[in-house]
């Protein structure tokens, strides 16, 4: 028998906290060992706080030198007691280009795999020179910001889009605790970029509006574990709208999460967005805020029609975008294979 691929996940996997649930941290680990590999996980965010004398959110503005100095030096340790294949930074945030520097020094003959998610890299110099020492970056956009990552040096770089986990993600049995007309989970307001676009008048809105909810917004707080599951399947409708909407494929894993949960999504309408998801099939794009009201309107007034393109969205998530599938997607690629999907995107 051909032995396991043995995989290096290193990521901020949020072990005290009840978000560890629901991340797609977990799924790609439960994807990697579902398609056949050994994973071994080092979540470095949680180090380094346990090194820190200093505790809070903002740790790493009272953080001392030793304790990066501490975080790196158990990384090599557990690489070098591993010998892995591949080494996959899920989460490139908190690392720097050192530490990725003493991972291919520790393991000179493993591939290593950077991933992102966040919009607008190239305003994060650092994260580019973390990239630039990978074999390749995967990326949930393409256009710009995947094109980035390439002129950054990263020799191989790929679109893959936001994963799910059917296992915990599907339409649950309603609970009036979470039934809502239309929902929206998620900052108004990028924590970088300020207001941006339609998102924030669109979301304030909704948030005045009866039988509406929004977590995440407004002093509302977010919620986590499966009750995040909870709240979306128990809605109708949920919105889906980005930080910025101008760039092809891109979308936060809101969308993902929304779809496969079984509720019936309104997604604002991005570049080649239908490669993905198709329009009128598996959800309805918007271009507008009106459109957006108008759709909701009709939706909430047809049941049938709402809860058939609900299921439609959930069997599609379901089956083309689940952790496994993607983990293969993801295995094909480091082989320096083809992807054969509609959204195939490699440079």
Not at 153 to 180: E, H, K, M, S, T
Not at 184 to 208: N, P
Not at 217 to 227: A, K
């Amino acid at each position: 028998m051909k032995p396991a691929r043995r995989i290096m996940v290193i990521a901020d996997f949020k072990e005290e906290s009840p978000k560890s649930i629901r991340i797609s941290q977990r799924m790609w680990v439960k994807g990697l060992i579902r398609a056949g590999c050994d994973v071994q996980r080092f979540s470095y965010r949680n180090i380094l706080t346990q090194f820190n004398p200093f505790s809070g959110k903002h740790f790493r503005r009272f953080m001392p030198g030793f304790v990066k100095r501490y975080t790196d030096e158990l990384l090599v340790e557990q690489i070098k007691a591993y010998y892995p294949d591949v080494v996959f930074i899920l989460s490139m945030k908190y690392l720097t280009p050192s530490t990725v520097k003493a991972i291919r020094h520790a393991a000179p003959s493993a591939i290593v795999v950077g991933r992102d998610e966040d919009p607008f890299p190239e305003k994060n110099a650092e994260r580019l020179a973390i990239a630039a020492q990978c074999d390749m970056v995967v990326n949930t956009s393409a256009g710009p910001f995947l094109e980035t990552y390439k002129k950054a040096g990263v020799p191989r770089c790929a679109f893959l889009p936001n994963v799910c986990d059917p296992d915990i993600q599907y339409r649950y049995a309603p609970d009036p605790a979470w039934q809502a007309d239309i929902i929206f989970t998620g900052k108004a307001i990028h924590q970088r970029l300020g207001l941006a676009g339609d998102r924030h008048h669109l979301v304030e809105t909704i948030s005045k509006m009866p039988h509406c909810r929004v977590y995440g917004s407004f002093g509302v707080p977010r919620v986590e574990g499966l009750d995040y599951f909870y709240a979306l399947s128990g809605a109708k409708i949920t919105l889906s709208i980005n930080i910025t909407n101008d760039i092809p494929l891109y979308h936060s894993d809101r969308l993902i999460n929304s779809l496969s949960c079984g509720t019936c999504v309104l997604a604002k309408r991005v570049p080649q967005t239908e490669l993905l998801h198709q329009d009128q099939k598996h959800l309805r794009y918007f271009d507008t805020e009106e459109e957006f009201f108008e759709l909701a309107q009709w939706y909430l007034a047809h049941e049938d029609q709402r809860q058939q393109l609900a299921q439609a969205g959930m069997e599609h998530a379901h089956s083309h975008y689940n952790c496994t599938q993607m983990a293969r997607y993801f295995l094909e690629l480091i082989d320096g294979g083809d992807l054969d999907v509609p959204w195939k995107v490699i440079l």
